[in-house]
């Protein structure tokens, strides 16, 4: 019901009554000076924190076991001759660094990588495939079978591994296509998707027979998650710590599985 403003020759407080015009004065000039000044800081404080952010916050991809193993097994099929060359299964959940294996593969070492679309034909397929080892040109439009030849004979030169991304979306008939080209080029198929990968292949013997390495991409280890935390912040943390994270977000992981499958 009051307002105490300080004296302007000491310190002591002094009673003002809200109706009177000094009161008035007294209220408008302190919620200036405690509430506006509070405002701005806020401002300040969420800005820098965004700022941090931005720059603390950076892509960074380390090479974890798993991408060695992957690295390894792609060298040594694709210098297999033709009758020891096969396919390559690389699996996992999503989020493992599968797709990002694959593209470093393809970009430092040489190959061809696709991303499957859900429900392609034979000859969407193709037709992106051989407009992939083509370097990415605009290709004529092709029927399945006309693509599929250009394909071979693109391939009976170089052999470089072709990689197929989320290949547990294709139908079986189309991993048939690649089996074709495989056994017509010696050229490597590395199938990259899910663990639902081991289903389709399960459908057609003479396709799971020509499959000579399995590469898993499991949760990351404390070791690898320390490493990436040193990397990606600067922070040292113990093995503990990185242990504790890596148990978590495989919970975390598992429990969002469950949610989309249930």
Same mark, same amino acid.
């Given at each position: 019901?009051?307002?105490?403003?300080?004296?302007?020759?000491?310190?002591?407080?002094?009673?003002?009554?809200?109706?009177?015009?000094? $009161?008035?004065?007294?209220?408008?000039?302190?919620?200036?000076?405690?509430?506006?000044?509070?405002?701005?800081?806020?401002?300040?404080?969420?800005?820098?924190?965004?700022?941090?952010?931005?720059?603390?916050?950076?892509?960074?991809?380390?090479?974890?076991?798993?991408?060695?193993?992957?690295?390894?097994?792609?060298?040594?099929?694709?210098?297999?001759?033709?009758?020891?060359?096969?396919f390559i299964l690389a699996y996992g959940q999503a989020g493992r660094?599968?797709?990002?294996? /694959?593209?470093?593969?393809?970009?430092?070492?040489?190959?061809?990588?696709?991303?499957?679309?859900?429900?392609?034909?034979?000859? /969407?397929?193709?037709?992106?495939? +051989?407009? /992939?080892?083509?370097?990415?040109?605009?290709?004529?439009?092709?029927?399945?079978?006309?693509?599929?030849?250009?394909?071979?004979? /693109?391939?009976?030169?170089?052999?470089?591994?072709?990689?197929?991304?989320?290949?547990?979306?294709?139908?079986?008939?189309?991993?048939?296509?690649?089996?074709?080209?495989?056994?017509?080029?010696?050229?490597?198929?590395?199938?990259?998707?899910?663990?639902?990968?081991? $289903?389709? +292949?399960?459908?057609?013997?003479?396709?799971?027979s020509r499959v000579i390495n399995e590469v898993e991409f499991a949760?990351?280890?404390p070791a690898e998650v320390a490493l990436y935390a040193m990397r990606?912040?600067?922070?040292?943390?113990?093995?503990?710590?990185?242990?504790?994270?890596?148990?978590?977000?495989?919970?975390?992981?598992?429990?969002?599985?469950?949610?989309?499958?249930?």
């Amino acid at each position: 019901k009051h307002i105490f403003r300080r004296g302007a020759k000491n310190s002591a407080l002094r009673q003002v009554s809200p109706g009177t015009p000094e $009161g008035e004065n007294a209220a408008w000039s302190s919620s200036r000076r405690l509430q506006f000044p509070r405002v701005s800081y806020a401002l300040r404080s969420r800005s820098s924190s965004l700022t941090f952010r931005r720059n603390k916050l950076r892509e960074v991809i380390i090479e974890t076991e798993a991408m060695s193993r992957f690295d390894n097994a792609v060298d040594e099929v694709a210098a297999a001759d033709h009758g020891l060359s096969g396919f390559i299964l690389a699996y996992g959940q999503a989020g493992r660094g599968k797709s990002v294996a /694959a593209k470093r593969y393809a970009k430092e070492r040489g190959g061809t990588l696709i991303h499957v679309w859900q429900g392609w034909s034979q000859t /969407a397929f193709l037709q992106t495939l +051989l407009a /992939a080892i083509r370097g990415g040109e605009d290709t004529p439009r092709h029927s399945g079978t006309r693509c599929k030849e250009q394909i071979v004979r /693109a391939l009976e030169d170089n052999g470089r591994p072709l990689f197929i991304d989320e290949a547990d979306r294709l139908r079986i008939d189309r991993i048939e296509d690649l089996r074709d080209i495989h056994e017509l080029t010696g050229a490597p198929v590395v199938l990259i998707g899910e663990e639902s990968i081991f $289903g389709l +292949l399960a459908e057609r013997r003479r396709i799971w027979s020509r499959v000579i390495n399995e590469v898993e991409f499991a949760p990351a280890s404390p070791a690898e998650v320390a490493l990436y935390a040193m990397r990606s912040t600067g922070l040292d943390i113990t093995m503990t710590l990185a242990a504790e994270i890596a148990r978590r977000h495989f919970l975390i992981k598992l429990a969002a599985q469950r949610v989309t499958s249930g």
